[in-house]
């Protein structure tokens, strides 16, 4: 069943049938290309305003805030337009993607960025663009092109230099390691499994689906969150609301947008670049002047995802 609102970004118009990702050789539009950038640069904010309101938040109370802040916001501008809600098995795959990811992958990431310095954590969560492209290929039959592949590896070195460059200010443990992994286990399967969403749903409502799940499994703190609030200086409430908004919100849409436009794993290479960015930024805000090894492995970054955008012969 398809939906009778006017057709938008991700959803498909009043008798057409669900819209599929393009063949491997279509342009991707502009407006495809701009969904790209700003989940990239807000992605990397997100690693940057973690860490700025972590002394006032613990993990799952900064999750339930911005999921909170963001099923708001996103609801004003998704609410109007719903008119079609999903139906029995539908929400499986919606439940699913808003625990892991929403829910689930916040928390962990939130958790492990007390432990591990942000070249250590960024390494791990990109291991999520490897296990995206693998079950792509099996599941979505997105196959293995060869520059997708070849792509990869080289943006997973320049990742790894990223890592290596901040390597003095490691504080990486067992526990940190094995949160950040989990994170990035959990996006995965998630982006796999929001795919198959976007053929009925447009990007805002997928998303704002799945905050709506992420937030219900987050409740337990509540207590905690308004407590936290309470306590914490305005600067801290004010990151959180910019979380909220900004890197969940509005990335996250932009995310599934893109998400409806190109297959998963040619999308997912591009979230290497977010270590990169998030250096940039880091450097902007918090004055933290990149290493070396950082700025080479950004550039190394953006040599791999380029190559995954290559045709194969």
């Known amino acids: 069943m398809t939906t009778t609102s006017p057709a938008e970004p991700g959803q498909p118009s009043p008798g057409l049938p669900p819209r599929t990702t393009p063949a491997p050789g279509t342009a ?34 900064l999750t339930l805030g911005r999921l909170a802040v963001a099923a708001v916001v996103l609801g004003i501008v998704v609410l109007p337009t719903l008119k079609v809600w999903p139906k029995g ?18 928390v962990a990431l939130n958790a492990a960025e007390h432990m591990l310095d942000a070249g250590t954590s960024a390494m791990l969560i990109n291991v999520s663009p490897i296990l995206i ?15 997708l592949l070849i792509g990869s590896g080289v943006a997973f070195c320049g990742v790894a230099m990223i890592a290596l460059g901040s390597g003095q200010r490691s504080t990486a443990d067992v526990a940190g390691v094995l949160l950040c992994l989990l994170a990035a286990v959990l996006a995965s399967v998630s982006a796999i499994l929001q795919k198959p969403v976007l053929r009925k749903f447009s990007a ?7 905050i709506m799940v992420g937030a ?30 900004f890197p969940t919100a509005i990335a996250f849409t932009t995310w599934a947008y893109a998400l409806s436009l190109i297959s998963a794993g040619k999308l997912a290479a591009t979230t290497y670049l977010v270590p990169g960015t998030t250096i940039l930024i880091s450097w902007a805000v918090l004055q933290e ?8 492995g950004g550039v190394v970054c953006l040599v791999g995802v380029g190559l995954t955008r290559r045709r194969s012969s």
Do not use: D, H
Not at 204 to 210: I, P, R, V
Not at 229 to 237: C, D, I, R, S
């Open 204 to 210: 805002g409502q997928a998303t704002w689906f799945g």
């Open 216 to 245: 219900l499994c987050c409740l337990p703190w509540a207590g905690q969150l308004i407590a936290e609030v309470q306590a914490a200086p305005l600067p801290a409430t004010l990151g959180l609301v910019y979380l909220g908004i």
């Open 289 to 296: 002047v990149p290493t070396i090894w950082g700025l080479i």
């Open 89 to 106: 098995r539908e929400w499986l795959p919606i439940v699913a993607y808003g625990v892991m990811w929403f829910g689930g992958y916040n």
């Open 28 to 61: 991707i539009s502009k407006a495809g290309i701009a969904a790209v950038v700003v989940t990239v640069v807000l992605w990397a904010s997100a690693f940057v305003g973690i860490r700025a309101v972590g002394p006032s938040f613990s993990p799952g109370s």
């Open 133 to 147: 492209a693998i079950l792509a290929g099996i599941f979505l039959k997105e196959g293995f092109p060869r520059w």
